[in-house]
Nanobody
Framework: QVQLVESGGGLVQPGGSLRLSCAAS????????ANWVRQAPGKERELVAVISSTGDSANYADSVKGRFTISRDNVENTLYLQMNSLKAEDTAVYYC?????WGQGTQVNVSS
């Protein structure tokens, strides 16, 4: 059974940082590109960042470029999203996704 389990969300003040993790089981994550997607209340899902299977390349939404970094540890079978300089508009549920599988999401709230 494939599971992607996100963690690391929470409440942070504007300008703060969070690191999201996505632990995979039942799937060899290193075989696939993976991404983080977020959905804010009343808005459509937004692709935030994509990383290649090897981790050699990554792409970001313009809204997070320069502030977020996607990475992966293929030994630990885990995907990460380092989020710095957080803004109120980053508030959303963040999901990891790979090969058609989704995690349950982790809530990020950016508020003073």
């Amino acid at each position: 059974q494939v599971q992607l389990v996100e963690s690391g969300g929470g409440l942070v003040q504007p300008g703060g940082s969070l690191r999201l993790s996505c632990a995979a089981s039942g799937i060899t994550l290193s075989r696939y590109a993976a991404n983080w997607v977020r959905q804010a209340p009343g808005k459509e899902r937004e692709l935030v960042a994509v990383i290649s299977s090897t981790g050699d390349s990554a792409n970001y939404a313009d809204s997070v470029k320069g502030r977020f970094t996607i990475s992966r540890d293929n030994v630990e079978n885990t995907l990460y999203l380092q989020m710095n300089s957080l803004k109120a508009e980053d508030t959303a549920v963040y999901y990891c996704h790979a090969f058609g599988y989704w995690g349950q999401g982790t809530q990020v709230n950016v508020s003073s």
